[in-house]
């Protein structure tokens, strides 16, 4: 008998639905079938039962430039559980002097205790550690110790890599059998036009768009995906925004590069025109910025025919005081979303026509915990874990701050209504929210070590 079995629901297979029941033993998926029986039943009548989201990019507690983004492990990855994702990979940071497996200690101290979900680590290699030959060798044991990604910048003072750091450090991620997820943005550029811009007596939010244009975020793609070819490093490119972008990553897929992309429900859904005609323009400074309706179309026919990945969030919360600056030049960048991905893809991309379920999920869960090593997570397959979500799609929500568990207080998808949420959500077999509500404990959750496939 097993410990438990989810039954009514239809599991959406990578085929498509299919009526048939799950079980569960030991934290892990044991059989699907039918007539399974087992100590506890879980009715899925009338619902989608599929693998808990992975959500491959997100920042809670992230400190920068004296504030801390306003979800912590706790209630960033409450929200996450809550919104049907059970695994979040967030980012060790070192600093100056720090060596990387202080900085991976540091941050897993931070984390452990205090997540409701499952969480792995991306460690940033940020300029100084890129120059230096002694903390470029400390990359295997890094890799052995489970983090297995490290994140570049082709942006940001003390961050952005110039063309011969970032050679130096895909070569070292390389040998050391990591990948390279990378923010690409033409950095130096960047930070010259937002200073003719403020120069100029230009503080409204629109001129943070204005001043990153896309073309300048294609070409550091192109300039990264030709360095990872040289290195033979696998590359991921976060937070993909803009028509130009996608068209790098297909085209560099062409000549043989191993290369993958990722766009955020921000970037499908609001527009460059949030930034004006409103006093809370700022509120939605992100970057790469958010582009056009013509973009959208661009990255929805991406994430359905496989120009693009995967959907994460790029969580990055910060409160409305936070946000509100006199200029956009002094705006604090990212939104929160960490909560509402599964629902919002599922209702504007599912309900729209344009993913069908099975998509729905590779994005959300499959492909990213294949992309970034999580062997055990994103599929209900025997002898993973038992991560799943009875996802409603006829429950109906309008989205507004007191609808979510996030910690900001506003939220870039207020009022907007979607079809579909999750009912109950498990963790390795555990039950860490039901009927919507969280009834999990703060340290259900554990670092997750990961391993990298050489499949990008």
């Known amino acids: 008998m097993y410990d438990c ?18 079980a569960l033993a030991g934290g892990s998926i044991a059989a699907i079938g039918h007539g399974l029986t087992a100590q506890r039943v879980i009715d899925a009548t009338g619902c989608y039962v599929i693998p808990g989201g992975v959500d491959p990019h997100v920042h809670l507690q992230l400190a920068l430039g004296g504030l801390v983004s306003s979800d912590s492990f706790a209630s960033g990855t409450i929200a996450a559980a809550c919104g049907g994702t059970t695994t979040v990979i967030d980012f060790a940071d070192p600093q100056p002097g720090q060596s990387l497996a202080d900085a991976l200690a540091v941050r897993q101290a931070e984390a452990d205790g205090q997540v409701a979900v499952d969480y792995g680590l991306h460690m940033t290699i940020p300029t100084w550690h890129a120059q230096s030959a002694q903390r470029l060798a400390e990359l295997p044991a890094i890799v052995a110790a489970g983090c ?120 499908l859904l609001l527009t460059a025109d949030e930034h004006l005609g409103s006093a809370d323009g700022n509120l939605f400074i992100c970057a790469p910025p958010l582009r056009s309706a013509a973009d959208q179309t661009a990255l929805w026919r991406a994430l359905a025919d496989g120009g693009l990945d995967l959907i994460s969030t790029d969580h990055c919360p910060w409160t409305r005081s936070e946000k509100s600056q006199r200029s956009f ?22 309900g729209r026509g344009r993913l069908s379920l099975a998509r729905w999920v590779e994005l959300c869960a499959t492909a990213p915990a294949r992309l970034m090593g999580l062997a055990r997570k994103g599929s209900l397959l025997p002898g993973y874990d038992a991560d799943l979500v009875i996802f409603d799609p006829k429950r109906e929500k309008t989205i507004s701050t007191d609808t979510l568990h996030e910690a900001a207080d506003w939220t870039p998808y207020a009022g907007m209504t979607v079809s579909g949420w999750p009912r109950t959500v498990l ?25 990298m496939k050489r499949e990008m």
């Open 148 to 267: 297995a990604t490290f994140k570049l910048y082709q942006a940001y003072a003390r961050m952005e890599l110039d063309d011969v750091a970032l050679h130096r450090a895909m070569a070292a991620v390389a040998k050391a059998g990591g990948a390279v997820v990378l923010h690409s943005e033409t950095g130096p550029l960047l930070d010259h036009l937002r200073a003719e811009a403020v120069a100029a007596g230009h503080s409204a939010a629109i001129w943070h768009e204005r001043t990153r244009p896309a073309r300048l975020e294609a070409t550091a793609i192109h300039r990264a995906a030709e360095i990872a070819h040289l290195t033979g490093c696998p590359l991921h490119i976060f937070h993909v925004d803009c028509a130009e972008g996608v068209a790098e990553i297909v085209a560099a897929r062409v000549r043989g590069i191993a290369i993958s992309g990722e766009s955020c429900p921000h970037y």
């Open 427 to 451: 963790l390795r077999g555990r039950v860490i929210v039901e009927d919507e509500e969280y009834v999990g404990h703060l340290g259900d959750g554990r670092f997750v070590a990961r391993k």
């Open 329 to 350: 030049a002094q705006v604090p960048g990212g939104v929160p979303g960490i909560e509402a991905r599964l629902s919002l893809l599922h209702h504007f991309g599912v």
């Open 5 to 22: 079995t989810v039954v009514g629901g239809q599991i959406i297979t990578p085929n498509g639905p299919v009526m048939a029941d799950l």
